[in-house]
């Protein structure tokens, strides 16, 4: 069955630190990729999302991610963490071009220490 | 320019009843998708409105029901609550059915059955 991973259910950095989130999903042919951010008590925000241009993705915030189809990724990262990131991070994949629906991961929860 | 909204923010049922959750698109949105957000786990959609019909439709029992107005608003109906439909819900609206690409969020209902 199609599927996306997110490894670690929670991460926590540094204020300052990179911010790495990971994120690997099923398929042989590639889909479209998303990370949606959760801040508490409100609705997904879109980060930013890949739909077969460029490998290397900018979105909002400062974040960016990276296609590798070599390795099944799309892991987002940050070069420096701020306190303002906390809050949980969802990848999510849409197979069959723009008809499909989205698949979510199971989220990361991401703490930024002082 | 309101976003999606989406009442009431919080409710609480007991098993057996039904219940009915509302949602109001971004303006000028006229598709409408539901989520369905287990604690600790990723949104699972639920069905998708659009020109008042189900277009699609997840892994939901029949008990998930909807409708969709001629002003594009929408409701979710569940009936016959179990305990494991306690969950956020979250309701998406976007220009086109499918278009994941330009997707917003409300900030939920999230419904807690005893």
């Known amino acids: 069955a199609q599927s996306v991973t997110q490894l670690g259910s929670h991460v926590s950095v540094s204020e300052g630190a990179l911010v790495l989130l990971r994120c690997n999903y099923s398929?042989?042919?590639?889909?479209?990729l998303f990370w949606y951010v959760q801040y508490p008590n409100q609705g997904l925000q879109l980060l930013l999302k890949?739909?077969?241009?460029?490998?290397l993705v900018k979105g909002i915030n400062g974040f960016e991610a990276e296609f590798k189809k070599s390795e099944t990724s799309f892991h987002l990262t940050k070069p420096s963490a701020h306190m303002s990131d906390a809050a949980e991070y969802f990848c999510a994949v849409q197979y069959g071009g723009s008809q499909g629906n989205l698949i979510f991961g199971k989220g990361t929860k991401l703490s930024v220490k002082p | 320019d309101a976003g999606v909204t989406q009442s009431p923010t919080h409710l609480i049922k007991t098993r057996g009843q039904q219940v009915t959750l509302r949602c109001s698109p971004k303006s000028g949105h006229d598709t409408v998708s539901w989520y369905q957000q287990a604690l600790g786990q990723g949104p699972q959609f639920i069905f998708q409105?659009?020109?008042?019909?189900?277009?699609q439709r997840g892994n939901f029992p029949d008990r998930f029901s909807g409708h969709q107005f001629p002003n594009y608003s929408s409701e979710l109906n569940v009936n016959a609550l179990l305990l494991g439909d306690s969950a956020l819900y979250l309701c998406?609206?976007?220009?086109?059915?499918?278009?994941?690409?330009?997707?917003?969020f409300g900030s939920g209902t999230q419904l807690s059955v005893l």
């Open positions: 398929s042989s042919v590639p889909p479209y």
């Open positions: 998406a609206s976007s220009l086109a059915p499918l278009d994941n690409e330009k997707l917003f």
């Open positions: 409105y659009y020109e008042e019909e189900e277009r």
């Open positions: 890949y739909t077969s241009a460029a490998t």
